[in-house]
């Protein structure tokens, strides 16, 4: 997207957050309206703009800081499950990325194959994508995850981050091609 506004604008993106920045204007829609009418940006470059601006894309901000905020206010006592998770799937190979979010994390693959969450003060969410397989009273269906994930296990304790959820998390891996 940078390097299509560099081509369409002749201007780099750091040139036209700096304008943005000057206007002293805060509402995104505000910025939205000014980036077309005053410079005749198309809606797409006018959203990109405003949103690196003001910080508003989870690409501005620290993923470390992305996840830190997650397991704030309450939620600092969930971390270790994150961890826990983070450390045991990075050994399915060095072919996943993994991108966190405002809310959540993703764990990609060539396809996002899982999803990470704080819940609930008390709860992490490990949404899954593995289609066509049966939902048991743990491998529940996805819940608030929607079409993101196909199933969602509930976590409550680092313990429950055991061999069953491990081979579901595998197996999610392993068809994320």
């Known amino acids: 997207m940078e390097k299509g506004l560099l081509d369409k604008t002749g201007k ?5 957050i700096e304008v943005v920045n000057n206007t002293g204007l805060s509402k995104h829609g505000e910025i939205l309206k000014f980036l077309k009418s005053d410079h005749g940006f198309t809606h797409g470059y006018a959203n990109f703009v405003a949103l690196k601006a003001k910080k508003g894309d989870a690409a501005s901000h620290d993923p470390e800081e992305l996840v830190a905020q997650q397991y704030s206010k309450g939620k600092e006592h969930l971390k270790p499950i994150y961890d826990l998770i983070l450390k045991e799937v990075s050994k399915f190979g060095k072919d996943i990325t993994v991108t966190p979010k405002k809310e959540a994390v993703s764990f990609i693959r060539k396809k996002q194959f899982a999803l990470v969450k704080p819940a609930t003060k008390t709860r992490v969410d490990v949404g899954l994508k593995l289609k066509g397989k049966p939902t048991t009273d743990r491998l529940e269906n996805s819940g608030p995850f929607g079409a993101m994930c196909t199933h969602r296990v509930r976590i409550e304790q680092v313990e429950q981050v055991d061999a069953e959820l491990m081979s579901w998390l595998h197996e999610a891996y ?4």
Do not use: D, T
């Open 12 to 16: 780099s993106l750091k040139h036209w």
């Open 174 to 177: 392993e068809n994320a091609l």
